[in-house]
């Protein structure tokens, strides 16, 4: 595609629930980022693929959070348990690489509400 | 740790004035520096790109400089417009941790018609 789609755009669970949020990264990049954004805040990031393996999950909150790449393309962030702080907006970004000098590329992020 | 901070948080300004928005960080041993906006509830576009290696960056009405040794960026709207009205993020990306961009949390920008 053009660029870096997210879906769904919204999603509204309530706490506790299992929740799966899509990226697709822009064809050819082999760099998938994550990052979530809470109201009024800058984005924070969560994990980082280089390929199918993650090279970086240090802003990963906790354990109940958790991202796969199986085929090197499509990223799935899982949320299990969710909680009313989970609540915010997840953005994906993709580029050619991880080098420094490789643009990232965002997508339009999903907004998650835990009620 | 790098930090990235931004100010003002919010700015309200007339029409076809021009405007600073000032971003500075804590490590200067950055790969690049990037500005972006934000429209509410939608995701980031990417306005100006400045590496390292660089002074500054011009797109229209727009200019961004770096001045990595002092730790200071500034994002300069010419002639504002009521659609430029948005969230203006300040990002940096580290030498040493080139994965990752570190972003401050934004200059809510309002254009007054």
């Known amino acids: 595609g053009a660029g870096v789609s997210q879906t769904p755009s919204n999603k509204v669970t309530e706490k506790g629930k299992y929740v799966e949020l899509r990226c697709d990264p822009i064809s050819g990049h082999t760099a998938l980022y994550w990052y979530r954004q809470s109201l009024g805040q800058g984005p924070e990031f969560l994990i980082y693929?280089?390929?199918?393996?993650?090279?970086?999950d240090s802003g990963l909150p906790n354990d109940r959070f958790f991202a796969v790449r199986p085929e090197g393309s499509v990223s799935t962030l899982k949320i299990q348990r969710t909680e009313r702080g989970d609540s915010a907006v997840y953005l994906c970004a993709s580029s050619l690489s991880q080098l420094g000098h490789n643009e990232q590329f965002f997508g339009p992020g999903t907004r998650l509400t835990v009620l | 740790k790098q930090e990235v901070t931004q100010i003002p948080a919010a700015l309200s300004v007339p029409e076809g004035e021009n405007l600073v928005l000032n971003c500075s960080f804590t490590?200067?041993?950055?790969?690049?520096l990037q500005w972006f906006r934000q429209d509410p509830g939608k995701g980031l576009t990417s306005l100006l790109l400045?590496?390292?290696?660089?002074r500054e960056q011009t797109s229209g009405r727009l200019n961004a400089s770096l001045d990595k040794s002092s730790g200071r960026s500034t994002l300069y709207i010419a002639a504002s417009q009521p659609g430029d009205s948005a969230t203006y993020l300040c990002a940096v990306r580290q030498l040493d941790r080139d994965d990752k961009i570190i972003f401050g949390k934004g200059t809510r920008l309002h254009i007054l018609p």
């Open positions: 400045i590496q390292s290696s660089q």
């Open positions: 693929f280089q390929g199918t393996g993650a090279a970086d």
């Open positions: 490590d200067s041993a950055i790969y690049n």
